[in-house]
């Protein structure tokens, strides 16, 4: 299995804060048009954050979900996206 260094612990608050009503719940998906992410293996779930976060994910029509996404994901520190994807695959099951 593939992994990313992070301290679930650290991760847990800002999944909370910043992730989890867009990623966690269907109705949140729904709204967000946002993926389900718990499947996801947690380097490409860092790879896309940090995409997000340098400006390289490409989208066919950038949407007000996207652009909140990206806001969201700059005030982050890699090793805090590390944390976060780290909370994510260690709570997966309950996500």
Do not use: W
Not at 9 to 17: C, E, I, L, N, S
Not at 55 to 72: A, L, V, W, Y
């Amino acid at each position: 299995m593939l992994t990313v260094t992070g301290d679930p612990q650290k991760g847990a608050p800002h999944f909370d804060k910043d992730c989890a009503s867009c990623h966690t719940s269907a109705f949140g998906r729904f709204l967000s048009d946002s993926p389900e992410i718990t499947q996801l293996e947690g380097p490409y779930i860092f790879s896309q954050l940090k995409a997000f976060k340098s400006g390289q994910r490409n989208f066919t029509e950038e949407t007000k979900s996207h652009r909140k996404m990206i806001d969201r994901i700059k005030q982050y520190s890699d090793e805090e996206l590390a944390d976060i994807v780290a909370y994510i695959k260690a709570n997966a099951h309950t996500l």
